[in-house]
């Protein structure tokens, strides 16, 4: 069972260690012309040592904005983020450039996340030149063992961005976020901007090296397939709101909030007879603006199952069932 919510976390964390990660009541507002966008709106979540947590939701939904208010490289409005146990939020700048050296960040575009102007080996190395941890020899060692490490050649690290392909210019991007040997790394969204080709080679290398090096990870994505593959547990978001948590498994089995299930029924079945029989979830409407959510239950606009005290009472978080967690009210 995993800590979720304010209410149940001394009950839960009887029955498992301490999380490297804990992410409590976390808020990110933005003041837009006056008006307050709420990107991120109460995520509760914590994240064992080794292990993936995948976060998913529709464009907007607040998922890269959490995962980077996570590290701090956006200030939080509310909450807190517990790294073993201390709360980061409270750090100071220094205490941060500390802390960094353990919390990494993978982007989403590799080839805009790389300066064109630098080769590959002060690309990496310039990680290691900030912290101050390598210098000459030892320096060019380290980089040349970590394009090792990412199926790269050592011999490429004086080439520029824009002479590999994107996957490799991706791998690129995880030497980097690997050059200071951290525990945790926010993958966001890694792969979609690769060739379907590329993604399963993309995704299978972070699988091996949390597997070599122990990394922990959470790994935001919308390709649904991708991230059962690829993650343990799972929280779906909507309009900056937590919808349903569960294990991979039990989750893809049995979704039970209505954008859950939708969500779902749009992943392909690789066989065009039973692709033809399956039953796809159409919702109607389009997202509503973040800058002026409904009332209530943020998804009744267009839920299929909506009911009359959906657009008035903000639904509950609770367990349905062991370390499944749903916001809906449905199972009220």
């Not at 990110?28 to 939701?57: C, H, S, W």
């Not at 990496?124 to 030892?138: K, M, Q, S, T, V």
């Not at 966001?188 to 995704?203: F, H, K, M, R």
């Not at 900056?240 to 969500?263: K, Q």
Request: net charge positive; proline share 6%.
């Amino acid at each position: 069972m995993t800590n979720i919510t304010m209410d149940t976390r001394s009950d839960v964390s009887k029955t498992r260690s301490q999380p490297l990660l804990q992410i409590i009541g976390l808020k990110k507002y933005f003041n837009i012309g006056g008006r307050t966008l709420k990107a991120v709106n109460g995520l509760t979540l914590d994240i064992q040592q080794g292990e993936t947590v995948g976060l998913v939701g529709e464009s907007g939904c607040g998922k890269s904005t959490a995962g980077r208010t996570i590290l701090r490289m956006y200030e939080p409005t509310g909450g807190e983020v517990l790294y073993e146990g201390k709360n980061i939020f409270r750090y100071s700048a220094g205490e941060m450039k500390k802390i960094r050296r353990q919390m990494q960040m993978i982007f989403q575009d590799p080839y805009a996340s790389l300066n064109p102007r630098m080769n590959v080996e002060d690309i990496i190395g310039e990680p290691l030149d900030i912290h101050r941890l390598a210098f000459g020899a030892g320096r060019k060692q380290r980089i040349s063992e970590l394009l090792q490490l990412v199926g790269l050649n050592p011999e490429h690290m004086s080439r520029f961005p824009h002479e590999f392909s994107g996957g490799q210019r991706q791998r690129i991007g995880i030497a980097r976020a690997l050059a200071m040997d951290p525990k945790f790394i926010v993958c966001d969204e890694p792969i979609s901007s690769l060739d379907v080709s590329i993604q399963a080679q993309v995704v299978n290398l972070l699988k091996d090296l949390q597997k070599k090096i122990g990394l922990t990870y959470l790994f935001i994505a919308h390709d649904l397939s991708m991230v059962k593959y690829i993650s343990d547990r799972v929280l779906v978001m909507y309009l900056g709101n937590m919808a349903e948590f569960a294990d991979s498994d039990s989750l893809y089995r049995n979704p039970l909030h209505p954008y859950t299930r939708a969500l779902f029924s749009a992943i392909p079945v690789p066989n065009p007879d039973l692709e033809k029989k399956k039953d796809r979830i159409v919702l109607q409407g389009d997202v509503p603006s973040p800058l002026n959510p409904p009332s209530g239950c943020v998804f009744r606009t267009r839920c299929p199952k909506a009911m009359d005290r959906c657009s008035c009472q903000e639904p509950e978080w609770r367990e349905v069932n062991p370390g499944h967690f749903v916001a809906c009210h449905l199972y009220e």
